[in-house]
């Protein structure tokens, strides 16, 4: 027995991949998982260590600050500020999550009334829309197109459907399609969200997966960014941290209260050893960062090459660990990727995951180690290349 609104989000993606992927496993089959976005590289040593000196301190052994502890909220504040010349209050600008997922899905229910909407992107990040209905909202898909780069047309978003928003999602660099978004376009959202009284939230995971001297800007660079949005950032992707589940909401003080207002009643923070190591990684040594991008670089340049030579055009993204590829032939995303799976074992996301601009697409990892990045390529071109 379940509740109607799980019939309305249907399965998570991801999960459903994992299922696949263990019946195939069942069978005896080798399969390499070229689907999901998790990091396989070491979480800095230096991480490590600041995670093991609190966790044997008694006192982080208790319950934490609701909204994160001190330290790791000022080491947030000066992040931002050297990063991207933002200047927060940590106090009341910054809120530490247990995970950006958490505070991404949180947050329409700490701003929705029943029945109002948000502007989710299609396709996009599944936890925007699900987020919604599961706060009683209505999901409005927005079309991010290959012609436009990816980006939201938001001019040609109705009124009547704008009367009824409350939430605008954005997501750059994104997820899945690796576009990338300039200063300009941020300064043309905001003043669209203030002309249309809509709080943006912009989920920022990807900014330091980037390559090429390219450096994506914060969407809070934009002039009255704060007046009217948020954004959330995620230590997982950045620091290879995605199983410590720590991330963060800044900006816009009064939707950070209310986000904080709701996770009172809902958890209680993240154990102060983790915000101990993510103090660490914020205010540590950006090497190790540095030397993991370019090794996804070099995995992003293989896999684009191969990719090419099969004449699948591939493109060849500035940011993220994804590739956003058209399926060859005209095919429909998610028969090419059962077709590969059956075929070589590899298993790819098919793009309808992401809604329904996503169709005729699908999504490759290049968090595999490099030998099973490197067979799972070779076994795409023993059984594609002559096609």
Known sequence: MEADRLARIGAYLFADLDRKQEALQARGIDVINLGIGD???????HIIEAL???ARDPRTHRYPSYGGERDFREAVAAWYQQRFTVRLDPQTEVLALIGSKEGLA???WALLNPGEGTL?????????????????????????????????DLGAVPPETLQRARILFLNYPNNPTAATASLGFFQEAVEFARRWGLVIAHDNSYSEI????YRPPSFL???????????????SKTFCMTGWRIGVAVGR???????????TNLDSGIFRAVQAAGTAALTGPQEPLRERVEIYRRRRDRVVETLARLGWRPPRPQATFYIW????????GVDFAGDVLERTGVVITPGRGYGAQGERYVRLSLTTPDDRLDEALDRISRVFGGE
């Open 52 to 54: 093991a000196r609190a």
């Open 221 to 235: 660079q934009a002039d009255g960014a704060r007046d009217v949005g948020v954004e959330f950032h995620s230590l």
């Open 120 to 152: 989710v992107p299609d396709p996009g990040y599944p936890v925007y829309r699900a987020a919604t209905i599961l706060a009683d909202g209505e999901p409005v898909p927005v079309p991010l197109l290959a012609q436009r780069g990816f980006l939201p």
């Open 210 to 213: 980037a390559y090429d001297g």
């Open 39 to 45: 990091p396989d590289l070491p979480t800095p040593e």
């Open 106 to 108: 949180h947050l329409p």
């Open 325 to 332: 590829l058209e399926a060859p032939g005209g095919r429909r």
């Open 253 to 263: 003080a009064d939707v950070i209260a209310a986000l904080g207002r709701l996770k």
